[in-house]
C-alpha cells in the first residue's frame, strides 16, 4: 500500500520523537532530585510530617538573635508569626545581618531546629527573595 520510502521516513520521524520523549523524560527526572522547595517558619510547625529531604527555609534574621562562635553561627529566622532556630557552620555572606532577609538550605531537625548547609542572602540591603515577600504579606 505504501511505499517503501513513506514506510523509512516514517520510522524515522517515530525514532525521533521517541528519542526526544525519552531525552525529555530524563531531564525532567535528574531536575527532581536537585529541586529544593521554600517554607516559612509558620508552614514548618505545621507540618504533619517532618521531612528528612533538603528544604529552604525562609524569612527575616530577628533581631539580637545572631550568635558567632569560632566555628559556627546561630540565629533565628521569623516570619513574625513563629520563629525557627538556625546553625550554620562556614562563612555568611557580607549581607547577612538582623532584621534583613534571608533564607537558608539544610535539614530540620526538629520543628524548631534547622541545620543550614547554605545561606542565601546575596543580595543588597532593598532586595528581598519573592518568594519570603509573598510569606510575609500573607502573615
Not at 41 to 60: A, C, F, H, Q, Y
Not at 96 to 102: I, P, Q, T, Y
Not at 120 to 127: I, P, R, T, V, W
Amino acid at each position: 500500500m505504501y511505499g517503501r520510502k513513506v514506510k523509512l521516513r516514517f520510522l524515522f520521524v517515530t525514532l525521533i520523537l521517541v528519542t526526544i520523549v525519552l531525552t525529555v523524560f530524563l531531564i525532567l527526572k535528574s531536575l527532581e532530585e536537585n529541586v529544593v522547595f521554600f517554607q516559612s517558619p509558620t508552614e514548618i510547625k505545621t507540618l504533619s510530617e517532618l521531612d528528612t529531604n533538603k528544604i529552604r527555609v525562609g524569612g527575616m534574621v530577628k533581631k539580637n538573635s545572631i550568635n558567632v562562635n569560632s566555628d559556627e553561627v546561630n540565629f533565628i529566622i521569623t516570619d513574625f508569626k513563629n520563629e525557627i532556630n538556625v546553625s550554620y557552620s562556614g562563612a555568611v555572606p557580607n549581607l547577612f545581618a538582623e532584621e534583613k532577609g534571608v533564607v537558608a538550605e539544610g535539614f530540620l531537625k526538629d520543628r524548631n531546629f534547622f541545620s543550614a548547609t547554605k545561606i542565601l542572602a546575596k543580595h543588597d540591603e532593598n532586595y528581598m527573595p519573592p518568594e519570603v515577600k509573598e510569606a510575609l504579606e500573607e502573615k
